[in-house]
């Protein structure tokens, strides 16, 4: 009976442990907005603190040549199908060779003005996601260049955040997903838990550090704390 209680005491010493643990505060979603086109900002619809939803226009670029070449694209096409229906009913009464003429002009024709049409709608930048705009570094009148790439703007997800934990390596293959994190902000005695949602699969070698992530909400990205890992419970 000794040797029973004795064995359950090693086993919970062994697992229940906790694992000191640093971290920072980061968006779950980031990216830094570029036009991939040159050109001249002719509006600019957002700033900073703007929240913008997914596909909403942030600016504009000067595109009135781009736009003219959409439209002079459309006008050939258009009669290039006219062509082509007139071939159809023509039938027999046309060779093959003239058919497939006129079938390739209107091809090319499409093909053209899809072309025209992607560079066109490269002159609009949108939001890629639901966020909150967090810099904004054009304005109205300023050159881009596309080689390389002007940031325009910069976003992060409104209210999802998410931590970053690093923690000692030799304690990498105990920390597992779902383990609890107790944490608290550097500078406030107040303490939080989270559970951790994704362990990095490699160890950062100049700080042998492994690393993992904590998901969490309306928290400032920036801040910083230390906390425990609740490892084996």
């Known amino acids: 009976m000794k040797k029973i209680f004795l064995i359950l005491i090693i086993t919970l010493a062994t697992y229940a442990q906790e694992v000191y643990a640093t971290f920072n505060v980061v968006a779950y979603k980031s990216a830094n907005l570029a036009f991939n086109i040159s050109g001249i900002v002719k509006d600019i619809n957002a700033d900073i603190g703007s929240k913008v939803k997914k596909g909403d226009l942030l600016a504009t670029l000067k595109s009135d040549d781009a736009k003219a070449n959409v439209d002079l694209a459309k006008v050939t096409l258009k009669f290039a199908k006219k062509d082509l229906q007139r071939a159809k009913k023509a039938g027999s009464a046309l060779d093959r060779a003239k058919y497939d003429a ?22 609009f930048l949108r939001a890629p996601f639901d966020g909150v705009i967090t810099a904004k570094l054009i304005e109205v009148g300023d050159g881009i260049s596309a080689m390389p790439p002007k940031v325009a703007f910069k976003i992060e997800s409104l209210n999802r955040r998410k931590l970053i934990l690093e923690f000692d390596q030799k304690y990498y293959s105990k920390v597992k997903k779902g383990d609890k994190f107790i ?14 949602s994704k362990i990095y699969p490699s160890i950062d070698k100049k700080s042998a550090k492994a690393r993992a992530e904590v998901e969490t ?16 419970n």
């Open 102 to 123: 006129f079938l390739y002009k209107y091809e090319v024709a499409l093909a053209k003005l899809n072309y025209l049409k992607a560079i066109y709608k490269k002159s």
């Open 183 to 196: 944490y608290s902000f550097d500078g406030e005695d107040k303490t939080y838990e989270g559970t951790i």
């Open 217 to 232: 909400l309306n928290i400032p990205s920036g801040l910083f704390g230390t906390g425990t890992i609740k490892v084996g």
